[in-house]
């Protein structure tokens, strides 16, 4: 028996197994390599901002595609631990914001008001649903400013002294 | 060994270097034609973070903002997007926005 396994190892025969063997492993690892690149491909070119604001109450969560690959919107992760799908979330009621779970597309906005805090989102590519990419959520900053309509103080102090005359008191002494 | 099986031995021994040859080549440019868009994507989203690193609005007054790509808007008393940040106010004294350069909650 020894001897047919070395003549089929050393001869041409073999020799074309050995390049067969060769080839399927080369072509498979090629294969695996491919799916793995599109993979992450797709999930570099998700491109969502989630952006959350307190808002009676509640808070206000907008999600953005800011990319060109649509997604959908698949968790939002709370600061309390749980996570909650876009359909249980309230209905803020504004015109320029989708709140169906439907995918969005360039500058398509999502919006929906939460009881927690919310703290990142899920989102899968609409073109292959097994590339997802969590975000975290950015948070707010309250700008204040001295008299009603006046440009505020503490962003544009500098520009403003700058451009006033000296005799006149800044609008920093009134603060 | 007979020389006629030695010579045919050198055959197989050149051929197979050839087809080893021929498949690492094969590999090298595969692999090449298949990361590169990987690479590129890679580039583009660190590019895209940079931005959105330093994405922020610029308010005139209590009612108006500028975002970083020059886009403006009326700041409301609901949230209403400017650019990529989202801002509301109560029409007077203090506004309440979020952007893409803000931190984490």
Redesign the interface.
């Known amino acids: 028996m020894s001897w047919v396994i070395e003549e089929i190892t050393t001869s041409t025969i073999g020799f074309i197994i050995a390049m067969v063997i060769l080839t399927a492993v080369v072509a498979g690892g090629l294969y695996g390599y491919w799916v793995y690149a599109n993979h992450v491909t797709l999930q570099n070119y998700l491109w969502p901002v989630a952006e959350v604001l307190p808002y009676q109450g509640e808070y206000f969560l907008a999600i953005v595609n800011t990319g060109h690959e649509p997604f959908t919107i698949k968790q939002i992760y709370l600061k309390g631990g749980g996570a909650l799908t876009p359909s249980q979330a309230g209905n803020p009621g504004l015109s320029w914001c989708s709140v169906s779970n439907t995918e969005l597309v360039h500058n398509q906005w999502w919006c929906g008001e939460v009881n927690q805090l919310p703290v990142a989102v899920m989102v899968c590519s609409a073109l292959d649903p097994q590339v997802c990419s969590v975000v975290p959520v950015h948070g707010w900053q309250v700008v204040t400013f001295s008299q009603p309509n006046q440009p505020s103080n503490y962003t544009f102090s500098l520009s403003r002294t700058a451009q006033c005359p000296p005799e006149l008191p800044s609008d920093g002494d009134s603060l | 060994m007979s020389p006629k099986a030695r010579a045919r031995n050198r055959g ?1 021994s050149a ?2 270097t050839a ?2 040859m021929a ?1 690492a080549i ?2 090298i440019i ?2 090449i034609a ?2 590169w ?2 690479i590129k ?2 580039f ?2 660190n590019y ?1 973070s940079g931005s ?1 690193g330093t994405y922020n609005l ?6 108006y903002a500028y975002a970083q790509n020059g886009v403006g808007g009326q700041v409301g008393t ?4 400017i650019g ?5 106010g109560n ?15």
């Not at chain 2, 610029?58 to 009612?63: A, Y």
């Not at chain 2, 990529?84 to 509301?88: L, R, S």
């Open positions: 197989i051929v197979f087809a080893i498949l094969i590999l595969a692999a298949v990361s868009p990987m994507s890679t583009d989203k895209w959105m610029k308010f005139t007054n209590s009612t609901n949230p209403t997007p990529y940040c989202i801002a509301y029409n007077s004294t203090n506004a309440t926005y979020s952007c893409p350069s803000n931190t984490e909650p």
